[in-house]
Each structure stands twice: as structure tokens, then as C-alpha cells.
């Protein structure tokens, strides 16, 4: 079964600031991964969407890139409402199967 | 626009079971997947299975198989998930999603608000 690591699981950044958080699959993924933000009490929010696609509404400051093992989730310029827990995810449709990073929770520097 | 709505919060005792049902409103139900991750406090996602109404189609990871029981009726748009010989550990919020596009599970855009399943004795 294909793992996801993520990293930093966590890290504090202001305001502006420029964060990029890594998603490392244990074995090459033939696409791109999915890109979730979770704001706490709340449920997971798409953002991302394969290929390195940005859902409807989300801001251009996100972005994904990646391919085969190492993918990234790039935050250009943070904003006060992007502190959250974010979540990689790497998926089959046939049969189905999901899998989850660990998450990486960006706080407030 | 797509909802999906989920039954409320439940408490239940160790070793009983909890059915959690997902019901979806505004657009086609039958021919997305629907997949269900659950939470345990402070912790990760955690995806426990996948059901293709459409198809009658269902998979549960390995870990899950002989716990977890996913079903839908499609002339209801609902779907549910129900989690047997409940321990500790099973206390979680219980999401119900689903997926962006027909026939394809690689993505979920539309969630439901959680449902808190809390084991205690």
C-alpha cells in the first residue's frame, strides 16, 4: 500500500510569509495528489485537485506541483484565514482506495 | 448546490455497533462515489471505505473488512456506514464526501459536517 509523508508536521510562519509543505509517497504515483485544508471543528476542504488543479474559489496564492514521489503544496504569500491543518491525499478510482498524509498544521508565528 | 447532511452525534457503550447515515441533496447521488473518513481527536484523517451507488460497488481497506459495513439506497440519496464491536479507539468524527466527478474517486469536493461517535462505558 502507498504511504504519504508530509513535512514540516507543523510550522509557524507569519503573515506574508511564503510557506511550502512536502508530500512524499512511498512508491511513484501515476498522477498527482489532492490537496485538503481543515480549519479546526470544521471538515477537510478541497483545495487542490489532480492534476495540480486549483478548486473552484480557492485563492491562486495555492498551489500544487509534484510527480512521481515528491509533490508540494505551496502557500505564495500567507493570509490570516490559511491557518489550518492541511492533508495530501493520493487516491484510486478502480478499485477504490484513499490514502492521507499525516497533515501539517500551519500556526501563527 | 450538493449537500450532504449526516445523523447526528451518538453514544454508545464498547462492543456495540452505530450506524451513521449521509443523506445528499442537489445533484446526481448514484453515480459519485461516496467515501467515509473518520477522525480521532488531535489525530489525521483516516479513510474507511468507499461505495459506488451506481455499481452496488464497495471497498473497505483491510484493517476495516470485518468492523465496517458501508451501504446506499440510492432512491433515497443516502448513504451510511456502520461501525460494529465499538472500542475506544472508534471514538471520531465520522465524515461522509463525495466525489467531484462521475465514476472517479480521486478527489472529494463535497463533505458533510461530521458526525461525533463517542464510545464510553
Known amino acids: 500500500d502507498i504511504q504519504l509523508t508530509q513535512s514540516p508536521s507543523s510550522v509557524s510562519a507569519s503573515v506574508g510569509d511564503r510557506v511550502t509543505i512536502t508530500c512524499r509517497a512511498s512508491?511513484?504515483?501515476?498522477?498527482?495528489l489532492a490537496w485538503y485544508q481543515q480549519k479546526p471543528g470544521e471538515a477537510p476542504k478541497l483545495l487542490i485537485y489532480?492534476?495540480?488543479r486549483l478548486q473552484n474559489g480557492v485563492p491562486s496564492r495555492f498551489s500544487g506541483s509534484g510527480s512521481g514521489t515528491d509533490f508540494t503544496l505551496t502557500i505564495s504569500a500567507l493570509q490570516p484565514e490559511d491557518f489550518a491543518t492541511y492533508y495530501c491525499?493520493?487516491?484510486?478510482?478502480?478499485?477504490?482506495?484513499?490514502?492521507f498524509g499525516g497533515g501539517t498544521k500551519v500556526e501563527i508565528k | 448546490q450538493v449537500q450532504l447532511v449526516q445523523s447526528g452525534a451518538e453514544v454508545r457503550k464498547p462492543g456495540s455497533s452505530v450506524k451513521v447515515s449521509c443523506k445528499s441533496s442537489?445533484?446526481?447521488?448514484?453515480?459519485?462515489?461516496i467515501t467515509w473518513v473518520r477522525q480521532a481527536p488531535g489525530q489525521g484523517l483516516e479513510w474507511m471505505g468507499t461505495?459506488?451507488?451506481?455499481?452496488?460497488?464497495?471497498k473497505v481497506p483491510p484493517r476495516f473488512q470485518d468492523k465496517v459495513t458501508i451501504s446506499a439506497d440510492t432512491s433515497t440519496s443516502t448513504a451510511y456506514i456502520e461501525v460494529t464491536r465499538l472500542g475506544s479507539e472508534d471514538t471520531a468524527v465520522y465524515y461522509c464526501?463525495?466525489?467531484?466527478?462521475?465514476?472517479?474517486?480521486?478527489?472529494?469536493?463535497?463533505w458533510g459536517q461530521g458526525t461525533l461517535i463517542t464510545v464510553s462505558s
Open positions: 491525499q493520493d487516491s484510486n478510482s478502480f478499485p477504490p482506495r484513499l490514502t
Open positions: 512508491q511513484r504515483i501515476s498522477s498527482s
Open positions: 489532480p492534476p495540480s
Open positions: 442537489g445533484g446526481t447521488f448514484s453515480s459519485h462515489f
Open positions: 461505495i459506488i451507488p451506481v455499481f452496488g460497488t464497495v
Open positions: 464526501a463525495r466525489a467531484a466527478t462521475e465514476y472517479s474517486g480521486s478527489d472529494f469536493d463535497y
